[in-house]
């Protein structure tokens, strides 16, 4: 299996899905360049107050990735600790999809303002997916 080259400059040569797999990880490694570090340069869960290891943490889509208009949005995603982003993710919750996504959603509505909340919860719901220019315009703005 060869190795994806996240730096590479020759992204027509790319499969839609690598191009796809670079934006995500340069979208991830913005991100975490922004992250809050505390001791053993972990990150803190917004969701479960837990510190955890950059491999132990997740880029969250509140709107589900596959959602053009939120897929790489700063408001949209957010570090969330793998157990809650999968695991929690699992666990019903009445009115909404998961623990998971009733958390996530209590916790937006502290951290973002409300204008930017309604905004993301009024974002249409059109399932998209990505054309190689898009992915390439994503790589652009967050390889920097």
């Known amino acids: 299996m060869n ?14 899905s690598e191009i796809k797999r670079i934006a995500e990880y340069w979208f991830r490694q913005h991100i975490l360049s922004k992250a809050e570090r505390g001791y053993g340069n972990k990150i803190k869960c ?3 107050g837990v510190w955890c290891k950059e491999s132990d943490i997740q880029v969250a889509h509140f709107r589900d990735r596959n959602h053009l208009d ?17 695991w929690d993710a699992k666990v ?4 909404y999809k ?13 951290f973002l303002s409300e204008e930017k909340m309604e905004k993301l919860l009024d974002t249409t719901r059109n399932f998209t997916i990505f054309a190689r220019e898009q992915y390439k315009k994503v790589i652009d703005e967050y390889r920097k």
């Open 3 to 16: 190795r994806l080259d996240y730096n590479t400059d020759d992204l027509d040569s790319l499969k839609i």
């Open 46 to 48: 917004p969701l479960t």
């Open 70 to 86: 939120t897929a790489f949005d700063l408001d949209n995603c957010n570090l969330i600790s793998k157990n809650s982003n999968v």
């Open 92 to 95: 019903p919750h009445e009115g």
């Open 98 to 110: 998961s623990l998971h996504h009733y958390q996530y959603e209590m916790w937006l509505r502290t």
